[in-house]
């Protein structure tokens, strides 16, 4: 099961954009990446995910490099309601019996 | 309106009072799981369950039971609570392992 390395914490001004990295060296061939933003006293909530290149969504982009030893997620013009916790997962998405790691994310605080 | 609901949404508890937990989902999926989430530990996983009767330990499965008699309902079971048990629980269900997971609004145990 491929685990996850986040930074801890980030700060960024409002209407900045804000790029998170997520390292996954022992990520297999058969694996997503998948990223969940969490507000304070809530489940977490899915973003966005993907397996290589780029996806865009209406919230953000991920990008994932040729190797998929790593991935950025992307918030463009963040606002203060983006202030979360945001988590990577890696998981195939395809195999049966396993679960997912959550690891504790990386704590977005939006500064006005 | 799709949802996962979770009760009770909090509890106060003594050590050895055996509880449940209950979970339910309205979006016929097959997959759900429960999450405990622990200051500086992140969201880990307690038990998971791909479908009716089919369940599976997760992480941290020790002082936990579950059952998946109705695809709907996935209850967490502490038959005797200690006071390590405190902490945040969250419910999640999936369409299938590695979909989009959607969470309940979390459960805050105290076992005193």
């Known amino acids: 099961l491929a685990k996850t390395t986040q930074p801890i914490s980030m700060d960024s001004y409002e209407g900045q954009e804000v790029n998170i990295t997520c390292s996954h060296n022992?990520?297999?061939?058969?694996?997503?990446i998948t990223w969940y933003q969490q507000f304070p006293s809530q489940g977490p909530r899915f973003i966005i995910q993907g397996y290589k290149t780029k996806v865009t969504n209406e919230v953000a982009s991920l990008f994932i490099p040729a190797d998929r030893k790593s991935s950025t997620l992307s918030l463009p013009r963040v606002s203060l309601s983006d202030t979360a916790v945001y988590y990577c997962l890696v998981g195939d998405i395809s195999a049966g019996a396993n679960n997912l790691f959550f690891g504790t994310g990386t704590r977005l605080t939006v500064i006005p | 309106e799709a949802q996962v609901t979770q009760n009770p949404r909090y509890l106060i508890t003594v050590t050895g009072k055996k509880l449940t937990v209950t979970c339910s989902q309205n979006m016929n999926h097959e997959y759900m799981s429960w999450y405990r989430q622990d200051p500086g530990l992140g969201l880990r996983q307690i038990y998971y369950?791909?479908?009716?009767?089919?369940?599976d330990k997760g992480d941290v499965p020790e002082g936990y039971k579950v059952s998946r008699k109705e695809k709907r309902n996935f209850p967490l079971i502490l038959e005797s609570p200690s006071p390590n048990q405190t902490s945040l629980y969250f419910c999640?269900?999936?369409?299938?392992?590695?979909?989009?997971?959607?969470f309940g609004e979390g459960s805050r145990l105290t076992v005193l």
């Open positions: 022992n990520i297999a061939t058969n694996d997503y």
């Open positions: 999640a269900s999936s369409p299938f392992w590695g979909g989009e997971l959607f």
């Open positions: 369950s791909m479908n009716v009767e089919v369940t």
